[in-house]
């Protein structure tokens, strides 16, 4: 695996290998990331990975200098997992300049859930995904995968790559999971031992609402709300849990089993997590 910086060192080194699969990552890889470059791999001829902790989609309270940079560590992962090619620019390389020309995805989308506890992530998310993509797939068109656990922003970034006819095509990772169902993200590493006994508690409150969801008359606004009520006395904080169809995020026109997800976020001590069930 050959590790380059700069994004001229990105394009020589892919000039001529065909149509890469690529994954984007902030890094600290765990199985669920390694799950993505191994679907990335059967999907192109080249299997390029990128690991950049992105400032832009952080928010200023939030934990962009904490979050864990592993990149040694994480290069030997992607090595034995058969990546071809690793991306790891500083952000002098990839912001040699402010960004001042920002994506600005569809409100429609991006402003809810995820863009209403978190202002201005998605256009962090976004503008740097736009950037990626563009030096990934500036020589030959390619997939890219995206894991589905960001369940939001899988979508928004689909509809920006649709939207500006981005020659990629955006697939969905299969969210990876502990034993006990708790989804892997790299933030699990701030939980305490005690807290990731409980973290589960998440995925089991999802889990609750979409089985109550379908079941025959069932109120939605209350079961969401009693939903929120059990995770708080569980000593949660959450920002959301919520059910909407899956073709859109609007609420549901109708509970039909296979158009929906339910979505979760919620803070457990200092750690903020989010996970979703489709159903
Ligand atoms: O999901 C992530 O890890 C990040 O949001 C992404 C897509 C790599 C952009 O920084």
Redesign the pocket.
Known sequence: MQTVHTIADLRAALSGRGHPAFV???GNLHEGHLGLVRQARSLGDITVA?I?V?RL?FLPHEDFDSYPRTLEQDAELLRAHGCDLLFAPREADLYPEPQTYKVQPDPQLADMLEGHFRPGFFTG?CT??LKLLSCVFAGSPGVAV??AK?YQ?LMV?RAMARQFALPVEIVAGQTCRAGDGLALSSRNGYLSEAERAQAVQLYAALRGLADAALAPGADLPALEQRALDTLRAQGWQPDYLTVRQRSDLQPPTALQAGTLVALGAARLGGTRLIDNIEF
Request: glycine share 6%.
């Open positions: 984007p990552t902030m990128s950049f992105n989609q998310v740097v995904v995206f894991g960001d922003q970034v």
